[in-house]
């Protein structure tokens, strides 16, 4: 390998220098830091075929920046010969600041002729040499009109993927379902129990808190707006109607879509992680009898019972509201919403809470199956299953309005 | 092979303690470690190698005890002094503790950024050589930790690791998780980079072909102390049961006999 030349000494140079130093800004450790310098002495040899250049100090990391523009500023198409005698130190970066500098005056048919150098800097410079990254372009995508339609077209294929991977985990959900009813002896009680105490016990002060305080603010902004037309006795109607039909269930369900679709995920999630579910597999347990059945059942079973709860601390706070800024007492309340508004209000709100649960435990346990093999899908997965959750019960919401508003309920 | 009597000491351990409760893992523990030697410590699991590691980087503080690294007392000295410390070893962790928010690319330049006025342009070039330094591919330097397989993380690591050509570099667990053509890659890698770029290297293995391929000096872990050091041939010879268990079992026989021959005439030119 004939890479680095050893020339022969060259004479009448015509002497120019240059000089760069980099002062040390700490000196005090054994190595002196006396590598903190380098200084180029440039010899041009006018009229003859090489440029003659001298390296002074050390050629490390931190003068490399000081040498290298220099080296850039050099006539690719002179032949170039640089003596080393008085490199103190050299480490990769100043070897591959010569050994660019060569595949520059390669690309010229010149070369770089390097003499004076210890034996350990040729072995340093070899491997540098030889480890010269070849750059390959990356696969630049495409833009435009096209891309963007391209994007917009992947999006929604996704997007109907992702609705139809979603309908098959509720079919999957269901079949279950039906097979423990044929089979109750392999259902799991114990995990059914433990889900319903995590999913709607655990809930209930939060819940019951939220729907309190929504009740309180329903009837205090009520009564602002209806003391004005002296209507107060309405704010009892405007308070049943809306927490019965919609804000119990639906404030309910979106409080359990981020408690416990995210609960879901990260569970499933972490064991999907660590191969768990794999391990079920091949010891013939089903993921969606052992992990998705009771969770979906348990969260089915607890949606309306939370539901329930939200109704009456929603009405307990419009009333306690009602009674303080109104002078409504409780036992006109109790009269004016039993008088004023029809037990079809509670049908309606309530039976939208097992579609509710379906959707939040069927998002939660399909995003936890997507987690890939490392923690930053598990994160991903988990907030995307909230946001779906959530959308999906704010979607489910909307459309069950339009529904009862067509049959008149 | 070495004279160790003469080289320069760079690690120096003496009378380390480590405890965690009640169990305690080093005790009276002393290790030197000399210039431009590949050090292998090895020991069962749970003899603390893997501690024994992070207290001389510091990560792990021992009960008692004193580490010098260059003359430097990791425990006791200034943070300034020990701050100096930080360039010039370079560690690579188990599966590579790359960031995941970060390109390979950006991984290894992330030591280069202490570097004062070293225009971006050039980090990103000695990235690049870096990352082809340690046998990936230029395009690896894009990609994202996630999207690579154990050995690429492990090399991107060992890039990170060489950055700023560090004098010692400590691997953990270099070849674990790699299939057997992968790990011999990896032990080449390591030997040619040590011997090219003078580095120091200490390594914690369970893998006997590494040992054999690559240490110059084994120190065994034991008894909550370094049992015994010393070559390989050394350590045939050692009269301890574990370590006779260890250098004379079956996957030893294996991994020592078919080409020490050729190891043993190629180590000496």
């Known amino acids: 390998m004939m890479a680095w030349l050893f020339a022969k000494r060259s004479n009448a140079l015509t002497m120019w220098h240059i000089q760069i130093t980099l002062h040390a800004a700490y000196g005090t450790n054994d190595r002196g830091r006396m590598d903190q310098q380098i200084r180029m002495e440039l010899s041009e040899a006018r009229g003859e075929e090489a440029d003659h250049l001298r390296l002074v100090g050390a050629l490390t990391v931190n003068t490399v920046s000081q040498l290298y523009p220099r080296l850039r500023q050099l006539e690719p198409d002179h032949h170039t010969l640089i003596d080393l005698a008085a490199v103190e130190r050299m480490d990769t970066a100043g070897a591959w600041v010569l050994c660019d500098l060569e595949t520059r005056l390669l690309g010229h048919g010149r070369t770089l002729e390097l003499r004076n150098a210890s034996e350990e800097t040729i072995l340093l410079l070899e491997s540098v040499r030889r480890a010269m990254p070849v750059k390959t372009e990356p696969v630049i995508s495409a833009r435009g009109l096209v891309a963007f339609l391209e994007k917009i077209g992947r999006a929604v294929a996704s997007g109907t993927a992702f609705l139809v991977e979603l309908t098959a985990y509720l079919g999957q959900f269901f079949d279950r379902l039906a097979r423990m009813i044929r089979h109750p002896h392999e259902f799991r009680l114990t995990a059914l129990v433990a889900h319903a105490e995590d999913v709607g016990l655990r809930a209930v002060p939060i819940v019951a808190l939220m729907a309190f305080l929504i009740g309180v603010v329903l009837a205090f902004q009520g009564s602002a707006q209806l003391q004005q037309f002296g209507a107060e006795v309405f704010v009892v109607d405007l308070i049943a109607i809306s927490i019965l039909r919609e804000l119990g269930i639906f404030l309910t369900a979106i409080i359990v879509a981020g408690r416990t679709a995210s609960a879901f995920t990260a569970a499933i999630g972490s064991m999907k992680m660590r191969e768990e579910i794999d391990a079920m597999r091949t010891l013939g347990l089903d993921p969606a009898t052992v992990l998705f059945l009771p969770r979906i059942l348990a969260l089915l079973l607890m949606l309306p019972i939370l539901g329930l709860i939200a109704n009456l601390m929603g009405l307990l706070g419009g009333a306690l509201m009602a009674w303080i800024d109104l002078g409504i007492s409780p036992s006109m309340f109790r009269t004016r919403l039993i008088e004023g508004t029809d037990v079809s209000h509670v049908f309606v709100g309530l039976v939208k809470a097992p579609f509710f649960a379906l959707i939040i435990g069927v998002v939660g346990c399909h995003a936890g199956m997507q987690v890939k093999g490392n923690a930053e899908s598990l994160g991903r997965m988990t907030s995307n299953a909230v946001v779906t959750a959530i959308f999906a019960v704010i979607v489910a919401d909307a459309m069950f309005s339009i529904f009862f508003a067509q049959i008149g309920l | ?269």
């Not at chain 2, 590494?210 to 015994?228: E, N, S």
Request: proline share 4%; hydrophobic share 40%.
């Open chain 2, 1 to 269: 092979m070495k004279d160790n009597t003469t080289a320069e000491v760079i690690i120096r351990v003496r009378g380390l303690k480590n405890q965690f409760g009640s169990h305690v893992v080093h005790e009276n523990l002393d290790l030197d470690v000399c210039r431009g030697e590949i050090l292998g410590v090895v020991g069962g699991s749970g003899t603390g190698k893997s501690v024994l590691l992070r207290s001389i980087i510091g990560l792990q503080k021992p009960t008692s005890g004193s580490i010098e690294v260059f003359g430097i007392d990791v425990l006791a000295d200034a943070e300034a002094a020990r701050d100096t410390l930080d360039e010039r070893w370079g560690v690579m962790f188990q599966d590579g503790a790359l960031f995941s928010s970060l390109t390979v690319r950006e991984n290894v330049e992330v030591p280069m950024r202490a570097i004062q006025g070293l225009a971006p342009t050039l980090r990103r070039e000695l990235a690049d050589l870096k990352i082809s330094m340690v046998g990936l591919e230029y395009l690896a330097g894009d990609k994202y930790p996630s999207e690579l397989s154990g050995g690429m993380r492990k090399r991107a690591g060992l890039a990170r690791a060489l950055a700023l050509d560090p004098e010692i570099v400590f691997l953990d667990e270099p070849t674990a998780g790699l299939d057997p053509i992968g790990a011999a890659a990896f032990d080449d890698l390591i030997r040619n980079l040590s011997r090219s770029l003078g580095l120091t290297v200490f390594l914690v293995t369970h893998d006997l072909d590494t040992l054999h391929a690559i240490c110059d000096r084994i120190a065994v872990l034991a008894d909550r102390k370094v049992l015994a050091t010393g070559t390989l041939e050394d350590m045939l010879g050692v009269d301890d049961p574990w370590v006779r268990e260890y250098f004379h079992g079956p996957r030893a026989r294996a991994a020592f006999k078919p080409s020490s021959p050729d190891v043993a005439s190629g180590e000496d030119p």
